[in-house]
């Protein structure tokens, strides 16, 4: 059973610096007529189990975040607040910024092309156990490779799954696994993970890719020309 609306909090985690992208900030790159992050925050606008999101930016970019969200009405977002150091120095932040809610949804602000029906399926996912996470299986053959280019071994596809966001948790549970959190990780579910809690995989979307390369803004482009899927 899907989380009341009003117990529902999003954190769009923007506050990376866009080094493979090259000259410009993606999250505020042109596309389809409207800066990258707009259609990031659209999405979660008008899901309608999102009650209250938190944008999370660089320092140098929380002015023109804050008149992005003025200027398009996005009355879901409470605060617009600065990153960390780290993605999950930022997600904790947004954590704090945010407060309290029975439920807290963790996206890239990079993946443009995510849905509300996504959303909706990470809260139903995540109320089976406390966590669950967008994936995909891959589809390409797996090597392992030593650091002179030479294969160790091929391992078996069908164990490996690749992340994407939303990532949806118990609050309470996600701030624990952040006070908790040792080392660096490159999401949220690894600190979660590390509690020994059950992180729940639910099928993610080939569409919801996340632009970190020109390359990749000319394909969102292309499939936002098609139509969003619902």
């Known amino acids: 059973m899907l989380?009341?609306?009003?117990?529902?909090?999003?954190?769009?985690?923007?506050?990376g610096r866009s080094r493979r992208f090259g000259d410009g900030d993606k999250l505020f790159a042109p596309l389809v007529g409207r800066p990258l992050i707009a259609h990031t925050l659209a999405a979660f606008e008008v899901c309608r189990a999102v009650q209250r999101m938190v944008l999370v930016l660089a320092a140098e970019n929380l002015e023109r975040g804050c008149r992005l969200v003025d200027a398009a009405g996005f009355d879901k977002v409470v605060t617009v607040c600065a990153g960390g150091p780290r993605r999950q120095d930022s997600v904790r932040l947004g954590l704090e910024a945010l407060g309290e809610c029975r439920w807290v949804v963790v996206h890239d602000g990079a993946r443009p092309l995510v849905t509300a029906a996504l959303i909706e399926a990470g809260l139903a996912a995540a109320a089976e156990t406390g966590a669950a996470i967008a994936a995909l299986p891959l589809t390409d053959t797996l090597k392992e490779v030593a650091a002179d280019g030479l294969i160790r071994q091929t391992l078996n596809r069908g164990e490996f799954w690749a992340a994407q966001t939303p990532q949806v948790f118990d609050y309470d549970l996600l701030r624990q696994a952040h006070r908790q959190a040792q080392g660096e990780v490159t999401d949220d579910a690894a600190l979660v993970e590390a509690l020994g809690q059950r992180v729940k995989v639910f099928p993610g979307s080939p569409r919801n890719l996340k632009v970190t390369t020109p390359a990749d803004l000319a394909l969102a482009a292309a499939l936002l020309a098609e139509g969003r899927e619902s």
């Open 3 to 15: 989380a009341q609306p009003e117990s529902v909090g999003a954190i769009i985690a923007a506050a």
